[in-house]
């Protein structure tokens, strides 16, 4: 399962330093995950304040 990063998002950009995979970048509203390169660390996850990053199904 790959993570997903839900409207909660408050753009902060924690999660981006913690991931490995290099996988999350700012998109136009909030931060976006980019499934092909995420490898479900769940670190993002763990860091947000807001829990936004989440896994998708």
Excluded: L
Excluded at 8 to 19: F, W
Excluded at 42 to 48: H, R, T
């Amino acid at each position: 399962m790959v993570y997903k990063i839900s409207d909660e998002c408050i753009s902060c950009g924690v999660c981006v330093e913690e991931c490995p995979a290099e996988a999350i970048s700012e998109g136009a509203d909030k931060y976006e995950i980019d499934p092909e390169k995420c490898t479900s660390c769940g670190n993002c996850s763990e860091i947000c304040p807001v829990g936004a990053p989440q896994e998708e199904e």
